[in-house]
């Protein structure tokens, strides 16, 4: 007859109430033993009441239970006609009412019932006294502050198991994000060591060879080894680059940073949030440590426009100039102060709105970091790099 799960406690109160509508309609027989119809519609209350809360039709709020009430109502009243006895009845049946019927409906029906109780006491023309109205009101007033108490504290604990399986999903979440965002930045280490040292110098070697090749002579003896040496170099320097390719972020396996960049405001967006991206100036190939730098910038700002921002809409804009490249992400969210967010960071030690690293990785290339905002004006973030000469692309990787 529950839909909510079966608990221990909820348990032993469909008990109680089950062995107290039983017992009292027994009580009833017991006292009209000279009396075949009263027995009889004890018994028929009792098959009926037993019939219903073993089905599994009989569920709050549904119309099964309102006609198993209904059916349990008539038959009771017949009961309560033939004894005054019934009238104890009355209370099982307050906490029936008030469960499976909705509270609009189930608030009247106990005020019946109740009226029905001391209407049947006066008219089997018992004593009169205080406790013939109060031991039926007061009895409806307890089964309405316990059943509504009870819905209360159920709401309660269903808010908090929601809570709760929220928390765990999202510790889950957050250890497989974290594990993600160690594996990739791992991975960019790697990509950023075998640039800056094995690519770099296989490059110079590569060079230094080239450069004693011209100097020796045609037919010298170590031309030919100097000449293997420097192929050797050559081969093992586009072996390195494979390498650092393959540790690229993996968005930027699958095409250019600009379209990278695409995939990302896509992703981002939701309804409650527009993004847009757009290209300004002719693209031109950029190292594989320029397309990290401005990938991940992208996706710490829009992260923060995300969690902290509020914002409706935000725009990404990669530029290409002739000496530098520049990528501006802008919202109209709440906006912050910086020189704030500055220095709570050098007093606590927190990297706030994750400017810190940002501004480390354009350094780390020779770029600035540039922020602007204020509070309800938006913010605006622009990472400008400078572009790698074309002539020294051989000694760059």
Do not use: K
């Not at 009430?69 to 009771?76: D, E, F, T, Y």
């Not at 269903?158 to 999202?170: F, G």
């Not at 109209?332 to 990785?361: H, I, K, Q, T, W």
């Amino acid at each position: 007859m529950d839909s909510r799960a079966h608990t221990p406690v909820t348990t032993a109160l469909r008990l109680c109430l089950h062995a107290l509508l039983v017992g009292l309609l027994a009580l009833a027989a017991a006292r009209a033993m000279d009396d075949t119809a009263v027995i009889l519609l004890a018994g028929v209350m009792a098959a009926l009441y037993g019939a219903g809360a073993l089905a599994p039709v009989v569920q709050p709020h549904t119309r099964a239970a309102a006609l198993w009430l209904a059916a349990l109502g008539a038959v009771w009243l017949a009961l309560l006609a033939l004894s005054p006895d019934a009238l104890w009845v009355a209370f099982p049946l307050y906490f029936l009412q008030l469960y499976l019927l909705p509270v609009r409906w189930g608030l009247p029906a106990v005020v019946a019932t109740a009226a029905a109780a001391i209407t049947s006491f006066v008219l089997h023309g018992q004593e009169i006294s205080p406790g013939t109205f109060i031991g039926p009101l007061l009895g409806a007033a307890v089964a309405v502050a316990t059943v509504l108490g009870y819905d209360a504290l159920f709401r309660e604990s269903e808010r908090r198991r929601e809570l709760i399986e929220e928390l765990v999903s999202t510790r889950a979440e957050l250890a497989e994000a974290e594990r993600a965002a160690g594996t990739l930045a791992e991975r960019e280490r790697l990509a950023r060591e075998i640039h800056d040292t094995l690519a770099q110098g296989l490059s110079s070697i590569q060079l230094l060879l080239r450069a004693a090749e011209h100097t020796l002579p045609e037919d010298a003896q170590a031309t030919a080894h100097v000449r293997r040496a420097r192929e050797a170099a050559q081969d093992n320097l586009a072996e390195a680059r494979r390498f650092v390719r393959a540790l690229s972020p993996p968005d930027l396996e699958h095409g250019s940073l600009a379209a990278a960049l695409s995939r990302l405001s896509s992703r981002t967006s939701t309804p409650d949030l527009t993004v847009q991206f757009a290209v300004s100036g002719t693209p031109v190939e950029l190292p594989t440590p320029y397309e990290v730098a401005l990938l991940r910038t992208a996706q710490s700002a829009l992260a923060n426009t995300v969690r902290h921002s509020g914002a409706r809409r935000a725009e990404i804009t990669l530029s290409f100039m002739e000496t530098s490249v520049a990528l501006d992400v802008v919202d109209d969210g709440c906006g912050f102060d910086p020189e704030a967010a500055d220095g709570v960071r050098r007093s606590s030690g927190n990297g706030g709105f994750g400017l810190p690293a940002m501004r480390s990785r354009a350094r780390s290339l020779g770029g600035t970091l540039s922020v602007e905002s204020a509070p309800e004006q938006g913010t605006a973030l622009a990472v400008t790099l400078p572009l790698p000469l074309v002539d020294g692309e051989d000694t760059a990787a």
